[in-house]
Every structure is written in structure tokens, then in C-alpha cells.
């Protein structure tokens, strides 16, 4: 839990994360940490995944595409005072197709737009 408790005060320290979105990831590293302590049979090492994880869990993305910048589509953009999202994906064989976009969310904070959700973080994904 020393872990989760430094990764979460690297994502304070960035500003960039909506404290909703921070609560979310504490507790999916809880769920998983009671995953492996609770398996039966015990996990070994980095062999637990989960269905979704084709792709990168903060971009869904699978592998790395060159040039993605150059790629990136992004649709459904919606926009509210306080709350904003999108969904995204990139143009190539390799990333996610039209029909499986990757959900992101915003919340405006004090003036600041921080991410407040990834659709790889979303805890449904962790059962």
C-alpha cells in the first residue's frame, strides 16, 4: 500500500487529476491488492490480467503507433461549464477502431480543467 499511496501523491503533484479520479484509482489498487492477497491459487508476479487489457490502460492504445499525434481522432466532444469529455482513438491498424473509443472525462476545478475519467480506470473493468 506504500506503493499506492506514493503513486497517488505523483498524480497530487501533477495537478492534473481530479480528486474523484484519485479516489477511483486508490480504490481499484485496494481491490487488486485484496485480488492477490485473497487468490487462490496465489498470483505470481505480473500474471494477472483482466479482459480489457489489449490495450494501454491511461490511452487505449495497443502496442505503440508511430506518430500517434498525427493520427489522433477525437469525437463526441461534449462541453458543459464545469464538465467536458471526448472519445478517442488513432488511425491505424494497430490502435482502437471507430467502433471502440476511448472514453475520457473533465471536471473544471477552481478554474483548472483536470482529468476526472479514463476509461481503463473505470472499475467495472476490475471484477
Known amino acids: 500500500m506504500i ?17 474523484d479520479f484519485l479516489t477511483n484509482y486508490f480504490q481499484i489498487g ?3 491488492d485484496s485480488i492477490i492477497k485473497n487468490a487462490n491459487p496465489k498470483y505470481n508476479g505480473n500474471e494477472m ?3 480489457f487489457e489489449g490495450a494501454d490502460n491511461w ?3 495497443q502496442d505503440e503507433a ?12 461534449k462541453l458543459t461549464t464545469k464538465k467536458a469529455s471526448l472519445k478517442w482513438w488513432i488511425n491505424t491498424d494497430i490502435g482502437l477502431s471507430s467502433s471502440n473509443k476511448y472514453l475520457v472525462g473533465f471536471v473544471k476545478n477552481n478554474g483548472l480543467w483536470k482529468v476526472s475519467y479514463l476509461y481503463g480506470f473505470d472499475k467495472i473493468n476490475y471484477k
Do not use: A, E, P
Open 30 to 32: 485496494l481491490q487488486l
Open 66 to 77: 508511430d506518430d500517434y499525434w498525427n493520427k489522433l481522432l477525437i469525437s463526441d466532444f
Open 3 to 19: 506503493s499506492l499511496n506514493h503513486t497517488i501523491d505523483g498524480f497530487k503533484k501533477t495537478d492534473y487529476f481530479s480528486s
Open 59 to 61: 490511452n487505449g492504445f
Open 49 to 51: 490480467n483482466f479482459g
